[in-house]
């Protein structure tokens, strides 16, 4: 060894190794040091010499001697005797619980179980999915990505139209997709496409995850999976089976075709809505141009539609869900265009100097059908259409594949008919060009029930459904006015008013006297409105309430001005109607509208006078079969545009399996209103409606400011609502403003006894030739007279009427005064709170009016076989989900 790696001689001092050495060298390893007394600290005793231990390690031995001398300790526990050892435990091929634990270590797994377990699942996994992927075989995606046609038939089973499907489908090479159209769907769906192996293995999990808990569907999938789903796949539910079938199929697609493939597949299959199936038909239905000649801002938002057409096209798509409006999906709709430009721009797909010249969202072209759909025909569709879809188990999915036969209620010729009394009228009437200010943007709608069954027998949606997309005949936000007024009859025959002496818990639970149509109340202009106990009522601002009559004309003699509630319904006196309406009460009215089949999301607030007098706005079919229901001796029928549907297996849907009926007034109350509206027809506002030969009972209304006028009328056996109106012609448009009619047509005002009357009256005629005519059913004698006589109050001074007549209240921050609401004599004033007027309580125009026996749902005209046009009216007739029922 080299001299400069030779340890140096140890210290003479000490340090723990002189100590161990110095142990070393005492009598013997056991032997205690000189001077020890038996402890470690014997050392430091008295007449003992002070020596430092060496270090921890001696220190531990100098303890361990003190205890006994030796390093050995004796086991623990019981101790074996001497002789032959026990033989080891056996052990187990699955050690569990472990043997040898004790407790709760018995029952924890150890790490090789724990590793044997998971290799054991994973293997198994691996099995399953390399047996499935290799019994899967690739689809033809050319059988499957093709949809067939929905047949539509007539009531009398002539065919409608053949529509859906394949019509509005064109297939285009790869090479004339716009790249840019490739990367906003890449970036918004899958950025990893171009390395992906076709599935996203984390986005099938939440998906699986999802759908074994129950709970909505969830998105995820890859471009692969979604070309896979859209064109290899007939299997369109939501089940692990068609989950794992797609996750197989996408794997090896993935696999086996090439990106430029699966991309060019996926994007000529998917619907964006409008019908339009694939690229190149989107680029026609929204934008009018070829697919090649598409920009990136279009492209992007292309690629937004295919995340949902009923949420993102502009046009909305209330049919199908009523939170679908034109205004909320233009706001989704721009929110995700500008956000996929943007991810482009990130992925490095476009340079942002390219980003930067789009700043406006880009113009879309209004929905359009072919002329299979124009006319009348595209708002039938949609009408059946909504039913199915609202009332059956067939999804939007299934009807944009077709192969469906939907047979539907609508009579070819009574559509004739009411197109053609309505085209009359227009023509002969309405002129723009002679009258721009009073004739623009005038609208007319209505519908025909059958009051035996509660079908649809006919629509009037607008001049065509190719360039006119709201279907007049479901929701439109029109108020109805006067033809309010029968329900608050019926009201007051079937429940009574309450009695003005007796306590109110009392006034809802008895202590009522059922009202005869003979019951005076009075006709007095600017009558001033009273609760039931006589006590004034007063608004918010504690007003009082002043209720006029249409012209400012009183009815009756003073000083009481008494009239019977049959001559107010047959003038029309809006004073009468209110005073009863309180005295029933707005809940009994509310509850008397209901159930006649007005929907309840289509009402009004119950809380103002008013309300008797139609602020409320339902559809016109919704109207027509409410007064079906007084037709047919006070039992409601479901309204319906749908008989049947059937497919390639047979009939999977008829309205007759269920279809309701309910008593919602006894005959005894309805043959009485029927009575009272024939007088209104044969002497009162509505001597226009008369058909020589038949009977025939109707009301006239006509709302505050002129903005709105109906005639709803029935015979025997047919109930048709016609509605007049005047609205900005913007669909798109947010808070669209119904305008005046004053003027219109050359008339100085519009009310439901001109054009509405005369339009019913032309139809009817036609619609009914050749049909016997019936006579409505005797009424029998009901109710008693009720006389509402209030104190009468002095004459007033001069002085003192013009107080009464003169405040001017202003309206309450809690009701609007956007929406037009009914006043005088049919109308009802704008300003809730102007003791001149009627109260304008505000309106859900959202609603629809036509439901189906599963829910509710409205309806705006939408395209095609596309989700963008509606049902039936402001609550809807099919909505989905728990509501009622549609045409």
């Known amino acids: 060894m080299s001299e400069h790696r030779r340890k140096p001689p140890p210290s003479q001092g000490g340090g723990r190794a002189a100590a161990r050495r110095g142990q070393s060298a005492s009598s013997g390893r056991r032997a205690a040091p000189r001077g020890a007394t038996g402890s470690p600290s014997g050392s430091y005793g008295p007449g003992g010499e002070e020596r430092p231990y060496g270090g921890r390690a001696e220190a531990r031995r100098a303890a361990q001697r003190s205890q006994g001398g030796s390093r050995r300790r004796a086991p623990e526990g019981p101790v074996r005797g001497r002789g032959r050892a026990a033989p080891p435990t056996r052990k187990r091929f699955v050690d569990y619980p472990r043997a040898g634990k004790y407790g709760a270590a018995r029952w924890v797994p150890s790490w090789r179980l724990v590793t044997g377990l998971f290799i054991g699942f994973f293997g198994s996994l691996v099995a399953a999915a390399g047996i499935g992927y290799a019994v899967v075989e690739v689809p033809d995606p050319a059988k499957a990505a093709q949809a067939q046609n929905n047949v539509y038939y007539w009531a009398d089973g002539s065919q409608m139209v053949a529509t859906g499907g394949e019509i509005n489908r064109q297939i285009i090479p790869y090479a004339e997709i716009p790249a840019e159209m490739r990367y906003a769907v890449m970036s918004a769906e899958n950025k990893t496409f171009e390395n992906d192996s076709g599935v996203d293995p984390m986005g099938i999990a939440r998906a699986l995850v999802n759908m074994a808990k129950g709970g909505q569907t969830q998105g995820g999938s890859t471009i692969t999976q979604q070309y896979v789903k859209n064109a290899m796949l007939n299997d369109q539910s939501q089940t692990l089976s068609r989950k794992f079938k797609e996750l197989f199929i996408s794997i090896k697609v993935g696999a086996q075709e090439p990106k430029e493939k699966v991309m060019a597949g996926y994007l000529n299959t998917a619907y964006y809505g409008r019908g339009a199936y694939g690229i190149q038909a989107a680029a026609r239905a929204y934008f009018d141009v070829e697919a090649k000649e598409l920009d990136a801002s279009q492209c992007a938002f292309l690629a937004a539609v295919l995340k949902g057409a009923t949420y993102y096209d502009p046009a909305g798509a209330v049919s199908i869900d009523p939170a679908a409006t034109a205004e909320a999906n233009s706001e989704r709709a721009k929110e995700r265009w500008a956000w996929i430009l943007d991810e482009m721009v990130k992925d490095g797909r476009i340079?942002?100097?390219?980003?930067?010249?789009?700043?406006?969202?880009?113009?879309?072209?209004?929905?359009?059908?072919?002329?299979?759909?124009?006319?009348?025909?595209?708002?039938?569709?949609?009408?059946?259409?909504?039913?199915?879809?609202?009332?059956?188990?067939?999804?939007?999915?299934?009807?944009?594949?077709?192969?469906?036969?939907?047979?539907?209620?609508?009579?070819?010729?009574?559509?004739?008919?009411?197109?053609?009394?309505?085209?009359?009228?227009?023509?002969?009437?309405?002129?723009?060009?002679?009258?721009?200010?009073?004739?623009?943007?005038?609208?007319?709608?209505?519908?025909?029930?059958?009051?035996?069954?509660?079908?649809?027998?006919?629509?009037?949606?607008?001049?065509?459904?190719?360039?006119?997309?709201?279907?007049?005949?479901?929701?439109?936000?029109?108020?109805?006015?006067?033809?309010?007024?029968?329900?608050?009859?019926?009201?007051?025959?079937?429940?009574?008013?309450?009695?003005?002496?007796?306590?109110?818990?009392?006034?809802?639970?008895?202590?009522?006297?059922?009202?005869?149509?003979?019951?005076?109340?009075?006709?007095?202009?600017?009558?001033?409105?009273?609760?039931?106990?006589r006590t004034v009522w007063h608004d918010q601002e504690g007003k009082e309430w002043l209720q006029v009559n249409d012209g400012d004309e009183s009815y009756g003699d003073p000083p009481k001005y008494d009239i019977t509630l049959r001559e107010a319904m047959r003038v029309s006196a809006n004073s009468a109607f209110v005073q009863l309406g309180m005295d029933v009460g707005l809940s009994k009215v509310k509850d008397a509208a209901v159930s006649a089949g007005i929907l309840p999301n289509s009402l009004a607030s119950a809380d103002y006078p008013s309300f008797s007098i139609g602020t409320?706005?339902?559809?016109?079919?919704?109207?027509?079969?409410?007064?079906?229901?007084?037709?047919?001796?006070?039992?409601?029928?479901?309204?319906?545009?749908?008989?049947?549907?059937?497919?390639?297996?047979?009939?999977?849907?008829?309205?007759?399996?269920?279809?309701?009926?309910?008593?919602?007034?006894?005959?005894?109350?309805?043959?009485?209103?029927?009575?009272?509206?024939?007088?209104?027809?044969?002497?009162?506002?509505?001597?226009?409606?008369?058909?020589?030969?038949?009977?025939?009972?109707?009301?006239?209304?006509?709302?505050?400011?002129?903005?709105?006028?109906?005639?709803?009328?029935?015979?025997?056996?047919?109930?048709?609502?016609?509605?007049?109106?005047?609205?900005?012609?913007?669909?798109?448009?947010?808070?669209?403003?119904?305008?005046?009619?004053?003027?219109?047509?050359?008339?100085?005002?519009?009310?439901?006894?001109?054009?509405?009357?005369?339009?019913?009256?032309?139809?009817?005629?036609?619609?009914?030739?050749?049909?016997?005519?019936?006579?409505?059913?005797?009424?029998?004698?009901?109710g008693e007279i009720v006389n509402d006589d209030p104190e009468p109050t002095p004459t007033p001074t001069v002085s003192e009427s013009v107080e009464e007549e003169s405040p001017e209240p202003t309206p309450s921050p809690s009701q609007t005064e956007t929406e037009p609401s009914p006043s005088a004599s049919e109308t009802v004033c704008t300003n809730p709170f102007d003791p001149t007027c009627g109260d304008t309580a505000g309106n859900d125009t959202s609603g629809n009016d036509i439901q189906g026996p599963g829910g509710e749902v409205s309806s705006s005209p939408s395209e095609s076989e596309d989700d963008t046009r509606g049902n039936q009216n402001g609550g809807g007739l099919f909505g989905g989900g728990g509501g009622e029922n549609d045409e």
């Open 351 to 533: 340079p942002q100097s390219e980003r930067d010249k789009y700043k406006k969202f880009p113009e879309i072209e209004n929905p359009r059908s072919n002329t299979q759909l124009s006319g009348q025909i595209g708002y039938l569709v949609d009408t059946a259409k909504a039913y199915v879809i609202n009332n059956t188990d067939i999804t939007p999915e299934d009807l944009q594949q077709g192969g469906y036969e939907i047979h539907t209620t609508f009579d070819k010729k009574m559509v004739t008919k009411l197109e053609d009394a309505v085209t009359k009228v227009r023509k002969e009437n309405i002129d723009p060009e002679k009258r721009p200010e009073t004739d623009t943007h005038v609208e007319f709608g209505g519908a025909s029930v059958d009051p035996a069954t509660g079908a649809i027998k006919a629509i009037y949606g607008g001049v065509d459904a190719t360039e006119h997309f709201t279907n007049n005949a479901d929701q439109t936000g029109a108020q109805v006015g006067s033809t309010f007024k029968p329900f608050v009859l019926a009201a007051a025959m079937t429940w009574g008013v309450r009695d003005p002496d007796g306590p109110p818990e009392q006034a809802q639970d008895g202590g009522r006297t059922i009202a005869s149509p003979e019951s005076l109340y009075s006709g007095k202009n600017k009558l001033k409105i009273n609760n039931y106990d």
């Open 616 to 782: 409320s706005d339902p559809s016109a079919i919704r109207m027509a079969g409410a007064y079906a229901t007084f037709a047919a001796s006070g039992t409601a029928h479901d309204i319906h545009s749908v008989s049947e549907v059937s497919d390639q297996d047979g009939t999977v849907f008829r309205h007759d399996s269920v279809a309701k009926k309910t008593e919602a007034f006894s005959s005894d109350v309805a043959d009485n209103v029927t009575d009272v509206l024939k007088t209104v027809v044969e002497e009162g506002t509505g001597t226009n409606a008369q058909l020589p030969g038949r009977e025939v009972a109707g009301k006239t209304g006509t709302t505050d400011g002129n903005k709105s006028a109906w005639f709803v009328g029935y015979t025997p056996q047919l109930s048709t609502a016609i509605g007049m109106y005047r609205m900005d012609d913007d669909e798109t448009k947010k808070n669209r403003e119904f305008l005046e009619m004053y003027g219109t047509g050359g008339e100085k005002t519009i009310h439901g006894a001109s054009f509405p009357s005369e339009i019913w009256h032309d139809y009817m005629e036609q619609a009914l030739k050749g049909q016997p005519a019936k006579k409505f059913p005797t009424p029998k004698p009901i």
